[in-house]
Structures are given as C-alpha cells and as structure tokens.
C-alpha cells in the first residue's frame, strides 16, 4: 500500500470512526482474489467509541478492473442486509469511494479463524462439533433466506425471470452459445434442467456461492460467511443444492453437506430456523444445477487462460474439471452405467 | 522416427522427479504450484497415450448417430444443437455416445473420477 493511499485511508478511518486519530499499524495483501482485492488492516484507534485496536479487513476493486460481479458499494449494500438480518457476517463499517484509495472500497471488521476447505478436511476438530457446523449452517441459510424482495437498498438485483431456474438456463446457453467448442454433455444437463424446472414463486435472497471454502470458522464454530459478490433473488434450495453438490464435498463425498456433515443435519438446522423442510427430491434438481453452473464458470476461468489474456496455470487447470463435472451431471440424470 | 523416450514418457520421469525429489524441498507456499503442475503433465502425458483413435471412433460414432458427416468440432456441434432441441431426449444411443465421449475425456483430465477409481 502506498503511502499516500495509506495517509488517506488514516484520515478516512478517523472521521468514520469518529476518531481524533487512527494509525495503521499493519497493512497486508491477503491470497486471493483476481477481481477484488482485500487488505487486512490492524490500526490504533484513539478518541471515540472505537478507541482501541481495529482489526479490519478493506475489500477493493483489484487495480486490473474486471468486474462482473457486484460494485463494492452494492456489495455493501448486501453486506449490511444480511447483517441485520441476524447472518453471521464480518461486521460491515464503512463505504469509500475512489477518492480516498484510488478504487472503491468498503471496510469491515475482521473475522476470526480460516475459511481454507483443504484445512477443514484434514482437521476434524477445526470448526468445533462437525454435525452441530453443519446444523449451524442450516441454519444460517434459513435466516438469509428470510429476505425477500422488494428491499429498498438492494433494489440493484433483477428480478429473476421467468423462474431462477429458467434465468440460469438461458444464461448458460447462450454463454455455450458464443463458446469456441461445443460441450454436447452440457447442453444434455441444460435440457434436463428445463424439463424438470421447478416454478418458484417465492424468490428469496441466496447467497450463491455457499460453500465450503467461503465460510470461516475457529475452534469452536462458524465465525462469518463470506464472499457475497454473487448473491441475487433465487430459489432458497439453490443455495442448499449448491452446498450439498458432490463438486463442493472436496473429496469426502460421504459426507454429502459441503465435505464436513450429514445432508440430515443441513436440513434439520434450516427447518429449525425456516419452519421449512427442505426434500432430498426438491434439493436434487439443485444439485444438476450447480454442476451445470460450475462447469460454465469453470470454462469461463479457463476462457481466461485460453483467450491469453490471462496466462495462468491455475485458470488453465480449472477447465480440466469440466470433464468429470459432466461426467457427474451424466449420472444424476440417468445417463452413466454406474 | 522419433526418439525413444517419447513425449509422455519424458513427461511421466520428469513429473516423478517433481513429486518425490522437489516437492518434499520446496517451501511451503510453492507446494501449490509445484502440485499443479505436476496435474498438469499428467493430462499431457495421458493424452499423448490415448492419441487421436478415441477422438477418430467419437466421430465415426456422431456420424453414424446424427446421419451426416464432418469433422468432430462440426458435428459435436449439431448434436448439442439437437440435444437442446429435444430431438435425443428418448435416444440410447445418443445416451451411450455421450456417456462414452465424457469417460474418455475424464480418463485424460481427471482419472480419479471414473466410476471404478478409488475416490480421494
């Protein structure tokens, strides 16, 4: 971080936090993160109600621009929703415009332990009780599902027409559409995603990338949810079909909720809160769904690689799990022998 | 005539001198980068193996199927245009060429995923 950049943000931190000063004591890059980049920031903080140690996390565009996904302010905007809706998030602070770091920011505070799933895998006790995790996070979609349109702030996300699944279909296809190679396994996934579209018609706030990976925990539990640049009105199954995927189980495929727990679990924690049970059957289209849907992004990233606009090993490799995510969508729709 | 050892055997010597020579040395944030390229010569490796005859029997395969001929780009392209129409909804053999085609690419991207491979 430069130190003009760094000079700004102090004065900006200071008046936000109703501060007489605030030093940034540590700036650091975090891994991550081709689209938006985020800075962990540690500052002292003195006069005010936050005077004391500030641990935050600041959330910009990267320098490079592209940008598909939601502004920082709309994420913000989300971000803030979710929060008073009673979701375990990182407390949203404040939202900075180009003026301040060069790019739009917003600032949050810090959560607590690691979001890595390949730590989650190999250490059973990261994350407190795996069972009550996973009821936990039932939970958490049930309160997030708890937002439904309209909401004035986050009067930005279209509306999801003529049905989520319907949307997703005839994005896909015409993604495949401009594509240089045919993926005849796909289209085989899409029409099946048509024929047994269900209709929807309570859209709810979905997160659209909860998986794990994308929520932090420490010892004891789920610290915050993370990553809410995709989320839109949906079917709230999509959410959970996305979690339970066999693509996001990271290997342990017995355990069906996300690679940690029971599917049982998932569900019984999002009745408790939505009074809702969610079916195996209903939950399963979601699941072909989220195949389909990782493999286009998966071929998107591996556009980026292949285009040369982008040379990079890890995109490169991405587009080779498109085979085995067809593969899967194969199977789940009667086609495989095994 | 090229030179013994060919192209994937090359890569299969060289990929073992990355995993068990470099890899256990390399600090622990290029353990990553080390890992995939160590994937990414095996999907090298295992499609100089298979050659062109899988991709020449998909072909003659689609040909049949769709009763037209061209090369495997072409007509993988009318069968998703069909499939999206409807036309293979009910179609066993259009089923077991998918099937069949989406086996071999997963036996050169990512073998561990065949029905039969242990999972990991």
Redesign the interface.
């Given at each position: 971080m430069q130190a003009a950049q760094r000079t700004a943000l102090e004065r900006f931190l200071a008046q936000r936090a109703d501060a007489r000063a605030v030093r940034i004591d540590e700036a650091r890059l975090l891994a991550g993160g081709a689209i938006q980049e985020n800075w962990l920031l540690s500052a002292t903080v003195t006069g005010g109600p936050l005077e004391g140690t500030l641990e935050c996390v600041l959330r910009a565009d990267a320098p490079s621009g592209v940008s598909a996904s939601h502004s920082r302010a709309q994420e913000f905007a989300l971000l803030q929703e979710v929060f008073h809706a009673g979701v375990t998030v990182p407390e949203p602070l404040w939202l900075g415009d180009t003026s301040v770091f060069g790019r739009d920011f917003f600032v949050m505070r810090k959560a607590r332990g690691t979001a890595a799933a390949h730590r989650l895998m190999k250490e059973p006790t990261l994350g407190g009780d795996r069972e009550r995790l996973t009821e936990r996070i039932g939970e958490e979609l049930a309160r997030l599902h708890t937002l439904r349109p309209p909401l004035e702030r986050l009067a930005f996300l279209p509306a999801p027409t003529p049905s989520p699944a319907l949307k997703g279909v005839e994005e896909f296809r015409a993604f495949l559409d401009g594509h240089h190679t045919p993926f005849p396994a796909l289209e085989w996934g899409l029409r099946w995603l048509e024929m047994h579209a269900p209709r929807t018609r309570e859209w709810v706030l979905a997160h659209r990338d909860f998986r794990t990976g994308n929520y932090m925990v420490d010892e004891a539990g789920l610290t915050a949810v993370l990553d809410w640049e995709f989320a839109a009105w949906s079917d709230p199954l999509e959410d959970l079909g996305w979690f339970c995927a066999r693509c996001w189980r990271f290997g342990q495929v017995d355990k069906e909720a996300g690679g940690i727990g029971s599917r049982e679990a998932l569900f019984r924690g999002y009745a408790r809160v939505s009074g809702r049970e969610p079916t195996r059957e209903a939950v399963f289209y979601w699941e072909v769904y989220a195949h389909v849907r990782w493999a286009v992004i998966a071929l998107q990233q591996g556009e980026r690689h292949v285009s040369g606009q982008e040379p990079s090993l890890e995109l490169a490799l991405t587009a080779h799990v498109v085979p085995e995510l067809e593969l899967e969508i194969l199977r789940m729709t009667g086609v495989g022998h095994a | 005539m090229r030179e013994r050892p060919d192209g994937a055997e090359l890569l299969a010597i060289a990929r073992e001198v990355l995993r068990n020579e470099l890899l256990p040395l390399l600090p622990r944030d290029k353990a990553y980068?080390a890992l995939?390229?160590a994937?990414?010569m095996g999907?090298a490796e295992r499609q100089l193996r298979s050659g062109m005859g899988a991709q020449e029997e998909e072909r003659r395969a689609l040909a049949m199927l769709l009763e037209r001929d061209g090369d495997l780009?072409t007509l993988?392209?009318v069968?998703?245009v069909r499939?999206?129409q409807?036309a293979?909804?009910d179609n066993a053999h259009a089923?077991e060429l998918?099937?069949n085609?989406?086996?071999q690419?997963?036996r050169?991207?990512?073998p561990k995923?065949?029905?039969?491979a242990s999972?990991?």
């Amino acid at each position: 971080m430069q130190a003009a950049q760094r000079t700004a943000l102090e004065r900006f931190l200071a008046q936000r936090a109703d501060a007489r000063a605030v030093r940034i004591d540590e700036a650091r890059l975090l891994a991550g993160g081709a689209i938006q980049e985020n800075w962990l920031l540690s500052a002292t903080v003195t006069g005010g109600p936050l005077e004391g140690t500030l641990e935050c996390v600041l959330r910009a565009d990267a320098p490079s621009g592209v940008s598909a996904s939601h502004s920082r302010a709309q994420e913000f905007a989300l971000l803030q929703e979710v929060f008073h809706a009673g979701v375990t998030v990182p407390e949203p602070l404040w939202l900075g415009d180009t003026s301040v770091f060069g790019r739009d920011f917003f600032v949050m505070r810090k959560a607590r332990g690691t979001a890595a799933a390949h730590r989650l895998m190999k250490e059973p006790t990261l994350g407190g009780d795996r069972e009550r995790l996973t009821e936990r996070i039932g939970e958490e979609l049930a309160r997030l599902h708890t937002l439904r349109p309209p909401l004035e702030r986050l009067a930005f996300l279209p509306a999801p027409t003529p049905s989520p699944a319907l949307k997703g279909v005839e994005e896909f296809r015409a993604f495949l559409d401009g594509h240089h190679t045919p993926f005849p396994a796909l289209e085989w996934g899409l029409r099946w995603l048509e024929m047994h579209a269900p209709r929807t018609r309570e859209w709810v706030l979905a997160h659209r990338d909860f998986r794990t990976g994308n929520y932090m925990v420490d010892e004891a539990g789920l610290t915050a949810v993370l990553d809410w640049e995709f989320a839109a009105w949906s079917d709230p199954l999509e959410d959970l079909g996305w979690f339970c995927a066999r693509c996001w189980r990271f290997g342990q495929v017995d355990k069906e909720a996300g690679g940690i727990g029971s599917r049982e679990a998932l569900f019984r924690g999002y009745a408790r809160v939505s009074g809702r049970e969610p079916t195996r059957e209903a939950v399963f289209y979601w699941e072909v769904y989220a195949h389909v849907r990782w493999a286009v992004i998966a071929l998107q990233q591996g556009e980026r690689h292949v285009s040369g606009q982008e040379p990079s090993l890890e995109l490169a490799l991405t587009a080779h799990v498109v085979p085995e995510l067809e593969l899967e969508i194969l199977r789940m729709t009667g086609v495989g022998h095994a | 005539m090229r030179e013994r050892p060919d192209g994937a055997e090359l890569l299969a010597i060289a990929r073992e001198v990355l995993r068990n020579e470099l890899l256990p040395l390399l600090p622990r944030d290029k353990a990553y980068g080390a890992l995939m390229i160590a994937n990414a010569m095996g999907i090298a490796e295992r499609q100089l193996r298979s050659g062109m005859g899988a991709q020449e029997e998909e072909r003659r395969a689609l040909a049949m199927l769709l009763e037209r001929d061209g090369d495997l780009a072409t007509l993988n392209r009318v069968f998703a245009v069909r499939i999206r129409q409807g036309a293979f909804d009910d179609n066993a053999h259009a089923r077991e060429l998918l099937w069949n085609a989406t086996v071999q690419r997963v036996r050169e991207s990512a073998p561990k995923a065949l029905p039969g491979a242990s999972s990991r």
